[in-house]
């Protein structure tokens, strides 16, 4: 398709419409959410509904505008662009809420509330059933991960974790363990729980970590999702002991990487045996069960790609039961991994969101903001990715931001009646 053939087809298409029409039909509830957040303002001085407020960040990230600052600028804060969300809010707008207004309720936002909209979306998602050709043995698959949101020279808010380099500077950062549900290519955050020090006094108390808040998180996702059956993934870091005993009480399956100069009596026994007898007869794969791992029985698994004159080698370790015929999907269950960096850190750092922007020096207020993206990004896949027509568009990354912002800001729509009579089709 050439420029002007694309150009025909971008047309009088308005993808605000069709963002909307999605939230609509997948998730009707979310705007009401909004609403029912616990509002601690005055309410004889409130202006703007917490449902408005709500929308106008949610949109703005949407479109692409990563600083609050960008919201309340002549590019967003259009007539019509107060019309459009006028309607979707359902309150009579004569100006969009300010960024200071929006900071001021977030700093007080209750974020248990914000989880609460977090499991929300994801459990719309889930019970839609158009994610449900992604499961593996009737289990979703949860990629585990840390991602760094800032570091400073000073410590931002008291809590921050802290690194003593070897000229005796300290560093401090911002950090936050994800939980994403992966289903083709596409990650949505089911979880995030932060990692932060409450109360560090002295250097021989231990800071807070990646492991400790995975276990924190872990009783937090078996309470909301009692039902579903999980695949847990996640680096080297989560091959332990503790953590497979914890997958097994919750009846979860796991796949973890291997690294041989972590588990060095795992790897002693795997490479023996593979040299004895290989249990899979695949070219490249290699297998070996029932290795005894502190009075758990796990499986081990290898491949060697061979691509371009460069051998790579893949090492997992595993639960779930393995043999010639799923040996290959083990493998690439065990590499889904990256696309927690890849379509999930990657996308939000660098490709619309600015992730690592720091939208408020409030600790709550930083973290209300964090939620907001993981939901703008998890709608804004579904638009990407799962609509016929922006697909159709073939559009980059950021020219859908520039598109989603010129319908909302640029063209007067009916948003009162959408057509809800479509599915979301993704790629297999």
């Not at 039909?25 to 909004?34: D, G, V």
């Amino acid at each position: 398709m050439n420029r002007k053939m694309r150009r025909e087809l971008r047309k009088d298409k308005n993808l605000i419409k069709e963002l909307y029409s999605i939230i609509q039909k997948y998730l009707p509830k979310l705007l009401q959410k909004f609403e029912e957040l616990t509002d601690t303002r005055n309410q004889s001085y409130i202006t703007y509904s917490m449902k408005t407020v709500c929308v106008t960040r949610l949109f703005g990230l949407l479109c692409g505008l990563t600083s609050l600052n960008a919201i309340s600028k002549d590019k967003f804060n259009t007539d019509i662009c107060i019309q459009n969300l006028s309607t979707i809010c359902k309150q009579n707008l004569n100006e969009l809420p300010y960024w200071e207004t929006i900071q001021d309720i977030f700093i007080k936002m209750d974020i248990n509330e914000l989880r609460e909209i977090q499991k929300y979306i994801v459990k719309s998602l889930l019970r839609s059933k158009m994610f449900d050709k992604y499961k593996f043995n009737d289990s979703f698959q949860l990629l585990f991960d840390g991602i760094g949101l800032s570091n400073h020279d000073y410590d931002l808010n008291n809590n921050c974790l802290k690194r003593k380099h070897k000229d005796g500077k300290v560093s401090y950062y911002k950090y936050v363990l994800e939980c994403k549900l992966v289903v083709g290519n596409i990650v949505i955050s089911l979880d995030s729980e932060f990692i932060e020090n409450e109360e560090v006094n002295n250097e021989t108390q231990k800071q807070d970590c990646e492991t400790k808040a995975f276990k924190r998180m872990m009783k937090r996702i078996k309470k909301n999702y009692p039902k579903y059956k999980f695949i847990i993934t996640g680096d080297a870091l989560y091959a332990t002991t503790p953590i497979i005993n914890l997958c097994k009480q919750n009846k979860w399956n796991f796949i973890f990487n291997f690294k041989p100069e972590r588990l060095k009596e795992v790897n002693r026994s795997f490479e023996g045996n593979i040299k004895l007898l290989n249990e899979t007869t695949l070219p490249y794969y290699y297998l070996s069960t029932n290795i005894e791992f502190n009075n758990n029985l796990i499986h081990a698994v290898k491949y060697i790609e061979k691509k371009n004159k460069k051998e790579t080698t893949f090492r997992y370790i595993t639960d779930l039961f393995v043999q010639d015929d799923n040996i290959k999907d083990i493998i690439q269950l065990g590499r889904n991994r990256w696309k927690i960096e890849n379509n999930g850190f990657h996308m939000q750092k660098h490709g619309t969101f600015d992730i690592t922007h720091l939208n408020s020096r409030n600790d709550n207020a930083l973290k209300c903001h964090y939620f907001f993206i993981q939901f703008a990004h998890t709608i804004r896949q579904l638009l990407e990715q799962g609509n016929i027509l922006t697909k159709s568009l073939n559009l980059k990354i950021k020219e859908v931001s520039d598109f989603i912002l010129n319908s909302l800001t640029s063209i007067s729509s009916d948003l009162n009646h959408l057509e809800t009579n479509f599915q979301l089709r993704f790629d297999t």
